[in-house]
């Protein structure tokens, strides 16, 4: 009878270690994912950023005067600077930034606009631009909502709203520039 007792023991035992294990696995998996969700969401604000920062340098190759350079050098630095600020979180909680068809999608959807802008000139040139501002930034608005949602880690969050602090500002300027030039 005793030998039962012990053999229920150890059986009982090595089952708890096995459900912990799994347990772990599971809560391993599902870390796994958090960091790939945001990496995918890192990734995205990457090619969102780098869309912003090749239309300023267009604007800037354009000459753009007054207010309207003086803006397309602020994105340029502003959009710039979280660029490296984004690839730093990623770094530092070792997530890595998914590239994806979502990621392509945005690189794509900036290269398009470009090429719109690339073929224009002067004041028609200013006023697409900052229409161009003003459309991307609002819709970056709304990315970065979902985003905010969307993001597991507490500095993933942190880094989206306040990314998402100094868009809503590039869109006012935008949107005061845009009337000023019409």
């Known amino acids: 009878m005793r030998d039962r007792l012990n053999a229920r023991a150890i059986a009982a035992a090595f089952t708890a270690v096995l459900f912990a294990a799994g347990g772990g696995l599971v809560a ?9 969700m945001d990496g995918e969401i890192l990734a995205q604000l ?24 003086s803006f397309a050098k602020m994105i340029r630095e502003d959009h710039g600077r ?3 600020d984004t690839e730093k979180l990623g ?18 959807e900036g290269e398009r ?40 880690s507490p500095e993933v969050k942190s880094h989206l709203q306040a990314t998402r602090q ?8 935008a949107e005061r520039l845009q009337g000023a030039v019409r």
């Not at 391993?28 to 790939?36: E, I, K, L, Y």
């Not at 990457?46 to 350079?69: I, R, S, T, W, Y």
């Not at 100094?166 to 300027?173: D, I, M, N, Q, T």
């Open 46 to 69: 990457v090619a969102l950023n780098e869309n912003e920062v090749h239309a300023a340098q267009l604007a800037e190759k354009k000459d753009a005067e007054g207010p309207v350079l």
């Open 113 to 152: 606009v470009l090429d719109r802008l690339d073929a224009l000139k002067g004041d028609e040139f200013e006023r697409s631009f900052l229409d161009e501002m003003v459309s991307g930034h609002r819709a970056a608005l709304e990315k970065l909502d979902e985003w905010i949602r969307e993001a597991q």
């Open 166 to 173: 100094r868009v809503a500002f590039h869109l006012k300027e």
């Open 28 to 36: 391993a998996r599902a870390a796994d994912r958090a960091a790939g």
């Open 91 to 108: 770094d530092k909680l070792n997530i890595d930034l998914k590239k994806s068809t979502a990621v392509d999608s945005m690189r794509d």
């Open 82 to 84: 979280n660029i490296n």
